[in-house]
């Protein structure tokens, strides 16, 4: 049974770092894309990044490009989401999120998904 479980979450204040982890199971990923996902408070859930496992550049949204890094860790099956220079925007629950194939950005084309931890960003 695949299972993607997320943490590092936390409260945090503008400016400040989080990274969070995701712990990938159940399956061999290498020829996944392993994504990150967040949805605010009365907001649609929204592509932040994702990295194909095998390798490859990694993929943004603009609003995170140059303060996160995503990046995995293939011998412990780990996918990390290094977030720098927070800011209150960011606040979301943060989603792990795998994908065998389909467009990058987009929510449909993952299959698995974790259960998500809380970021919150404070001014």
């Known amino acids: 049974q695949v299972q993607l479980v997320e943490s590092g979450g936390g409260l945090v204040q503008a400016g400040g770092s989080l990274r969070l982890s995701c712990a990938a199971s159940?399956?061999?990923?290498?020829?996944?894309?392993m994504g990150w996902f967040r949805q605010a408070p009365g907001k649609e859930r929204e592509f932040v990044a994702a990295?194909?496992?095998?390798?490859?550049?990694?993929y943004y949204v603009d609003s995170v490009k140059g303060r996160f890094t995503i990046s995995r860790n293939e011998a412990k099956n780990w996918v990390y989401l290094q977030m720098n220079s927070l800011k209150p925007e960011d606040t979301a629950v943060y989603y792990c999120?795998?994908?065998?194939?389909?467009?990058?950005?987009?929510?449909?084309?993952?299959?698995?998904w974790g259960q998500g931890t809380q970021v919150t960003v404070s001014s």
């Open positions: 999120a795998a994908a065998r194939g389909g467009r990058i950005f987009t929510l449909e084309s993952y299959d698995y």
């Open positions: 990295i194909r496992w095998n390798g490859g550049s990694p």
């Open positions: 159940g399956r061999t990923f290498s020829n996944y894309i």
